[in-house]
């Protein structure tokens, strides 16, 4: 990933709360017939240290896992809050006008070794652990125990576990560093006014605005 040194994070517990706070990550390993990607939910184990585990599931029917190649590392890529800068945010355009529109982004990159699980046990434990961890900002919460034991062991044959010990982290978080203050400041009150809390919120912890 090119990562400009404005933007460059390597602190781990940084890139960790950031896998831990992103959504479904694409992993993307090579096969015989070239790249081939799929669009899964993520656990987060933190070990092994430094990096830690990832943990998930696919579809028995999606072939990604059977066509990996071993032997090339799959990249997993999380993504975090991001959205468009429009230069009307910065001071700088009423200053002298030289601006033009960005994107603020947050993006994790993480390398490792694709392994598969069919052990209906560790399937059960990835499942359920997933689904509480979906599920807990709920009122009311479904737990996979609210299913027919007999059903959810037949869904369980239909998928496949995932491991992916993670061997290297790369982690992007460009949120208006490379700015002046007034066009950061700018920034954020501009994300804020237009509903974009969680990327203004980005800004601030990046800038200290």
Do not use: C
């Amino acid at each position: 990933m090119y990562i400009p040194p404005h933007f460059k994070e390597d602190r781990i517990d940084v890139l960790h709360d950031a896998i831990r706070a992103a959504g479904p990550a694409t992993l993307v390993s090579m096969t015989p017939d070239g790249l081939f990607a799929s669009l899964a939910p993520l656990l987060f184990d933190p070990e092994p240290a430094p990096y830690g585990t990832l943990i998930g599931h696919l579809a028995k029917a999606n072939p990604h896992v059977r066509q990996a190649d071993a032997a090339v590392q799959t990249l997993v890529i999380f993504h975090g809050p991001n959205g468009y800068i429009t230069p009307s945010y910065y001071a700088a355009k009423k200053e002298h006008g030289k601006v033009v529109p960005t994107w603020n982004y947050v993006a994790i990159h993480a390398y490792g070794r694709l392994e598969a699980f069919d052990d209906p046990a560790l399937l059960l434990d990835a499942v359920t652990r997933l689904t509480d961890r979906h599920e807990s900002p709920r009122a009311a919460p479904w737990a996979v125990s609210d299913a027919p034991a007999d059903f959810i062991e037949g869904m369980l044959r239909g998928i496949v576990g995932i491991r992916l010990p993670i061997g290297r982290l790369e982690g992007k978080i460009k949120m208006s560093q490379n700015r002046p203050p007034a066009d950061q400041s700018g920034v954020i009150d501009g994300l804020q006014q237009d509903g974009h809390a969680a990327v203004a919120e980005e800004v601030f912890s990046a800038t200290g605005r």
